[in-house]
Nanobody, 124 residues
C-alpha cells in the first residue's frame, strides 16, 4: 500500500511554470505505475501524464505534450510534474495516483491510490 501527498500548486501567470511533487510513503513505491490527473470545476477528471514503475516509459495527454514532463525518483519516493508554458485551461486540481498493475494507463479507474490534490490556477 502507498500513501500520496501532492505539493507545489499555486497561482501563476499564463506562460509561467510550476513543478508539482507527489511524495509517497510505503516501501514499494518503485513497484507502482504513477500518474497525474486533473479536474476542473464541473468537468470530469482527466488524464495528464503517467510513468511506468521503472520510469522507462512516459505517456502524455495531447493537450500537455511538449509542455509538461513527468518524472520519478524511486530513491526519494517522489513523483514530479514539471509544467511549462502554462495556459488558463490548465487550471484545475491536480492529483497524483498510483497502482501496481495498469492496463489502460490513461484511465483513472485503473488507479487504486490517490493523493488529496493540489490546486493550480493559471491567470491570463
Amino acid at each position: 500500500q502507498v500513501q500520496l501527498v501532492e505539493s507545489g500548486g499555486g497561482l501563476v501567470q499564463a506562460g509561467g511554470s510550476l513543478r508539482l511533487s507527489c511524495a509517497a510513503s510505503g516501501r514499494t513505491f518503485s513497484n507502482y505505475h504513477m500518474g497525474w490527473f486533473r479536474q476542473a470545476p464541473g468537468k470530469e477528471r482527466e488524464f495528464v501524464a503517467a510513468i511506468s514503475w521503472i520510469g522507462g516509459s512516459t505517456y502524455y495527454a495531447n493537450s500537455v505534450k511538449g509542455r509538461f514532463t513527468i518524472s520519478r525518483d524511486n530513491a526519494k519516493k517522489t513523483l514530479y510534474l514539471q509544467m511549462n508554458s502554462l495556459k488558463s485551461e490548465d487550471t484545475a486540481v491536480y492529483y497524483c495516483a498510483a497502482d501496481p498493475s495498469i492496463v489502460v494507463i490513461a484511465d483513472h479507474r485503473e488507479y487504486d491510490y490517490w493523493g488529496q490534490g493540489t490546486q493550480v490556477t493559471v491567470s491570463s
